[in-house]
């Protein structure tokens, strides 16, 4: 993906922050997917709905964008982008963001939105390093290895 779409990213972030406006004003919860993830198992007893529901609320999510998104914004695209890793290199790849996310106390989501949000000196400094390690992986990925 190398191009920018403005209105679908513009939309996409207005409804980020009212779905975590909502978990926050509803049930008192921030909106980090690792930590709500990571709370199903082992399961609370009463605490497990909210997050089965916003878990599954992402898949819809999802899928509702991918089969209606074309029609309602030209800017998005028609067909899923291609994966050039094998399932075993995607596993591990899944894995080491799970570590990245415990290492980091937190998901990009979680640190980003609702941690900058909350004016969190842990979460500016976490997405600043997220900045930092995305820009250095694109610059050596487009200059160095390609």
């Known amino acids: 993906m ?13 409804l980020i922050g009212i779905a975590a406006t909502l978990l926050w ?20 007893v009463g605490d ?15 899928w509702l964008g991918f ?3 074309p029609a309602l914004l030209s800017e998005i695209p028609a067909t899923l982008p291609e994966v050039a890793l094998p399932p075993a ?3 591990i790849a899944g894995l080491l963001v799970g570590l990245g996310t415990r290492v980091g106390r937190g998901c990009t989501s979680g640190h980003g939105i609702c941690g900058l949000a909350r004016f969190s000196v842990r979460s500016f400094a976490a997405v600043g390093i997220f900045m930092a390690t995305a820009i250095v992986t694109v610059f050596l990925m487009r200059h160095v290895v390609a």
């Open 2 to 14: 190398t191009t920018f779409t403005p209105l679908s990213a513009t939309l996409g972030g207005i």
């Open 25 to 44: 004003a509803v049930a008192g919860r921030t909106a980090g997917v690792s930590n709500i993830a990571g709370g199903i198992v082992p399961v609370r």
């Open 48 to 62: 497990e709905l909210w997050r089965f529901l916003f878990l599954g609320g992402l898949a819809v999510g999802a």
């Open 67 to 69: 089969a209606f998104g």
């Open 89 to 91: 290199g995607l596993v």
